[in-house]
């Protein structure tokens, strides 16, 4: 039976951001019952038999920070997975990678007034991994994963290389990360790279296929995340 309550118990929370990701979520755990929020729908399953409640945050910085707040006030879940897709910076990563993000950085911070430097680690975020076991349920490059109120900016893509230590870059991680930081939840971020943007454009810019594409990488995504539960060792 599924409650309509807060006081439903989840172990884990899954938090999607655009809406072709929380579709691709739902063509994959298909539930009877989709319940609303104040961001998006959710519904809850149960994955290795642990109760998790799925969760469309909604995308952009706004809507990731303040739906993971409602997401720990509401079901004080153990750990929280954020699953969605991000943008490659071109030759340095490929369509269908997924990056398993060990530290997210906020870059569009513009400080003029003081350190800017400064105002850049305040939104950076060190995601401990250390209590997943191995081996990984899918191939994943760990590393650092960027995060702008923007698709990436073909003028930008040197920069977040060089100076950033980019591969990637996506809407929500930082945000989603930082929050559940402050509140002491442990946070998972996997993203898989739905298309590669260089100096001269992005390949779905303007007329791609976005959501087809999305669909595409999310779905094996979605299908590791029964091994990623069992790694994340929810009976500690």
């Known amino acids: 039976m599924i409650l309509k309550t807060s006081d439903e118990k989840v172990q884990a929370a899954v938090i999607l951001s655009a809406l072709p990701e929380w579709k691709a979520a739902k063509a994959v755990f298909t539930e009877p019952e989709i319940l609303p929020s104040p961001f998006g729908e959710y519904f ?3 994955i290795e038999e642990k109760r998790c409640v799925f969760f469309h945050g909604g995308w952009g910085k706004v809507s990731a920070a303040a739906s993971t707040q409602y997401v720990i006030d509401r ?3 153990r750990l929280i997975f954020n699953l969605g897709t991000c943008g490659g910076l071109e030759g340095h990563i490929d369509v269908g990678e997924v990056l398993l993000a060990d530290e997210t950085m906020i870059y569009d911070i513009h400080e003029r ?3 800017p430097d400064e105002a850049l680690q305040f939104y950076t975020t060190r995601v401990d991994l250390s209590y997943l076991r191995g081996p990984f349920p899918h191939a994943v490059r760990i590393g650092r994963l960027v995060s702008a109120d923007e698709d ?3 003028g ?4 977040l290389r060089r100076e950033y230590g980019a591969v990637a870059a996506d809407w929500e991680s930082g945000a989603i990360a930082w929050t559940a930081h402050r509140n002491g939840t442990p946070v998972i971020i996997l993203r898989a790279v739905s298309d590669l943007v260089g100096e001269d454009g992005g390949e779905l ?4 296929n976005f959501v087809k594409r999305a669909a595409e990488v999310m779905q094996p995504l979605l299908c590791s995340l029964p091994g990623w539960i069992r790694g994340a060792n929810l009976n500690k």
């Not at 930008?156 to 920069?159: F, G």
Request: proline residues 10%.
């Open 156 to 159: 930008m893509v040197i920069r």
């Open 75 to 77: 079901w004080h879940p």
């Open 113 to 115: 007034m003081s350190d």
């Open 205 to 208: 810019y303007d007329k791609g």
């Open 44 to 46: 809850f399953t149960d």
């Open 152 to 154: 990436i900016d073909p």
